[in-house]
C-alpha cells in the first residue's frame, strides 16, 4: 500500500509484473516470442512460476493486456546497458563557424578552406560567413561566388544545407557533412580524457 508520503511521488513508468499485475485475463506471449493467447492470469502467473520467469505486463492498453513470460531483472539490466551505451556513444553536430572576406587573398582562401574541410570531416556544420565593408557592399555577387566555390571545392565533405543569404551587411551559407561522415563521439562523465577544445576559426582577416 502507498503511504501517505508518497502520494505526491511520480508515477512510475516501469510495467507491472507478477501479483501486480490485477486483470481477470491476458493475452500471453511466451519467452521467445511465441503467442500463448489469452489465458486467465492464475494460469499466467503459473506458468512463469513453473518456467523460473517473471510474467510482464509490456502492452496495458490492450485489451485484454499483453503480457510476457521473462527475466525481468536480465531485461532491466540488459536495457540499462544499452541505454549507458547509447549515451556513451551520443553524436552532436556542432556548428562551427568561418568567416571571409569578398577579396580574400588566394592563400588565405586555401587557409580557410582547409579549416572548413576539417570541421566537416569531423561531422559538424560549418556557417560561412562574407563580410562586407564599404564599397564592397555593393557587390554581393563577389560573396556569392566566393560561397559557390568553397561548397564546390568541399563537395566530397559536405553539402549546401542552407543556400546562401544576405544578412546586413553579411552573406551567411551553412555547409553540412554527408550522412556517411559522423560526428565525434560526445564524451561523458563516465569516460576518460579530457573534453576537446573548441578550434573554430573565426579570423576577419
Known sequence: ?????????????????????????????????????????????????????????????????????????KFKYETAQKARESRRNQQLTVIKEQKLRPKIDPHDYLTKKGHVARFLSHGNKVKVTIMFRGREQSRPELGYRLLQKLAEDVAELG???????????????????????????????????????????????
Open 1 to 73: 500500500m502507498t503511504s501517505p508520503s508518497n502520494r505526491g511521488a511520480p508515477v512510475s513508468t516501469e510495467p507491472r509484473i507478477n501479483d501486480r499485475i490485477r486483470v481477470p485475463e491476458v493475452r500471453l506471449v511466451g519467452p521467445n516470442g511465441e503467442q500463448v493467447g489469452i489465458v486467465r492470469i492464475e494460469d499466467a502467473l503459473r506458468l512463469a512460476q513453473e518456467a523460473d520467469l517473471d510474467l510482464v505486463e509490456v502492452a496495458a492498453q490492450a485489451r485484454p493486456p499483453v503480457c510476457k513470460l521473462m527475466d525481468y531483472g
Open 159 to 205: 553539402f549546401v544545407e542552407s543556400n546562401p543569404k544576405q544578412d546586413g551587411r553579411n552573406m551567411i551559407m551553412v555547409l553540412a557533412p554527408h550522412k556517411n561522415i559522423k560526428p565525434r563521439v560526445v564524451k561523458h562523465d563516465d569516460d576518460d580524457g579530457a573534453p576537446e577544445a573548441d578550434d573554430t576559426a573565426s579570423d576577419e582577416a
